[in-house]
């Protein structure tokens, strides 16, 4: 007599739970590392002045951590938040000197914030 095996109910180490895919944290991601590396590229253009090498070891670190939040490290959101503000304090800083800089990596800087704030409240808005 042949029965049919139990279906197993529990999830697999493959498989991803709706609950854990959001969108939110990979668009911060792309974004991160978008402004990471308009800011590796400005620190290449700017590297004859002394600030070149601060542009460059910055689109380092915010690249690096749009790639922490694109591969769902644990501690990228924190990082995400911190690079994302260092390089929007940047931005600020020499909008003057580079204005489509300053105002592409600030714009590209708090669409990820925004990202990674609402990713960590878990907030859906009104309707969702």
Known sequence: ???????DTRKGD??????????LPFMAGV???ISGLLTLVLGLYTLRFWWGWWFIA??????GAGALLLFRVAAA??????A??????FGAIFIAKYPWFGLST??????????????RLGYRGPGE
Do not use: E, F, T
């Open 84 to 89: 994302a503000l260092v390089s929007l304090v």
């Open 106 to 119: 600030i714009g590209l800087d708090l669409v990820a914030i925004y990202c990674v704030a609402r990713s």
């Open 31 to 33: 974004l991160l590392a």
């Open 1 to 7: 007599m042949l029965q049919a095996m139990p279906k």
């Open 14 to 23: 493959h498989q991803i739970r709706q609950a854990d895919v959001s969108r």
């Open 58 to 63: 910055l689109g380092i670190l915010v690249a």
């Open 77 to 82: 959101r924190l990082a995400a938040l911190a």
